[in-house]
């Protein structure tokens, strides 16, 4: 083997950058290959990982936890609180796109809200952030939802139809605590799934902008900034809908909340364990036998 790779290393000026490209993800494959067959030689196992508390990932992962702890309350009747943070969405309602996560435990938007003061110790310091960012969405829906209402269009959103769960935590916390909830809920609004988005832009001069319509303003038209006949949509309802659908089916949703505990625990899992047909080292005991018979 490692004839080859001084060979190999000997070619490397001659490859062409496909090949160079290709030849770099092989290696990277077989890395991961010697490690395993390292591993499996080793009598002594490997946990796979180190519980470290203090691990960016680790901390995001217990604030996200203690999100889902909180109460479920009405987008409409959000108390005003002091506070930075991170928040959940969930929809109750009847429109036939998110009926399959309609009453579920997946939102169907996550967000933070970053403090007014970026040192800020206490809720009061950081402001009332939290209430600001689920007032703005509110907003947004009753805006989209009054427009339906009033033109006839079918089903509607409506604020009574909406949830929310909010975490008011440490400075910079919700940094990290935002990218895991979006890995593990995919939900449909957020830009990063890159489906249904646009629900929290904000309408400036529809004619200095050269993006094109939301997919958001697209199924819920209302908002009369993304309304301007100078913008194109993003992509036809038609296409929106269909790539709704897909997500749903390869995502499908948090029934309660036990499967997401279940979900966020298995992220502390340490791989150590014997297989079922693997006998136990009794190497100690062994030790023990040949000292007493002596």
């Not at 494959?29 to 508390?53: C, H, T, V, Y």
């Not at 702890?69 to 108390?79: I, K, S």
């Not at 005003?80 to 998110?98: E, F, N, Q, W």
């Amino acid at each position: 083997m490692r004839e080859r790779l001084i060979r190999l290393r000997a070619l490397l000026p001659t490859l062409s950058k496909p090949a160079a490209k290709k030849t770099m993800a092989e290696l990277l494959s077989l890395m991961s290959d010697i490690e395993s067959a390292r591993a499996d030689l080793d009598p002594i196992k490997d946990p796979g990982a180190s519980f470290d508390p203090a691990d960016p990932d680790t901390a995001g992962r217990l604030v996200a936890l203690a999100l889902i702890a909180q109460e479920r309350v009405p987008l409409g009747r959000v108390p005003r609180t002091y506070g930075s943070g991170v928040y959940a969405i969930y929809y109750c309602g009847d429109h036939p796109l998110y009926a399959p996560i309609a009453g579920t435990e997946t939102p169907i938007y996550v967000g933070k809200a970053d403090p007014d003061n970026p040192n800020a110790r206490t809720p009061r310091e950081q402001g009332p952030r939290l209430f600001g960012r689920l007032k703005d969405h509110r907003r947004m829906i009753e805006i989209v939802g009054d427009y339906a209402e009033k033109n006839g269009l079918p089903h509607p959103l409506r604020i009574d139809d909406f949830l929310a769960r909010r975490l008011v935590c440490a400075t910079n916390a919700q940094l990290v605590v935002e990218r895991h909830l979006i890995a593990m809920f995919r939900p449909i609004w957020n830009n990063e799934i890159g489906i249904c988005w646009g629900i929290s832009k904000h309408g400036d001069a529809a004619t200095t902008r050269s993006n094109k319509r939301s997919p958001w303003d697209v199924m819920h038209p209302g908002r009369a900034w993304a309304m301007a006949e100078s913008l194109d949509n993003k992509a036809s309802p038609e296409d929106i809908e269909r790539r709704i659908a897909e997500h749903f089916e390869r995502n499908p949703p948090y029934l309660d909340t036990d499967h997401i505990v279940r979900d966020f625990l298995s992220a502390f899992v340490q791989h150590a364990s014997l297989s079922p047909d693997e006998p136990a080292d009794n190497e100690d005991s062994d030790s023990n036998e040949e000292k007493s018979s002596e």
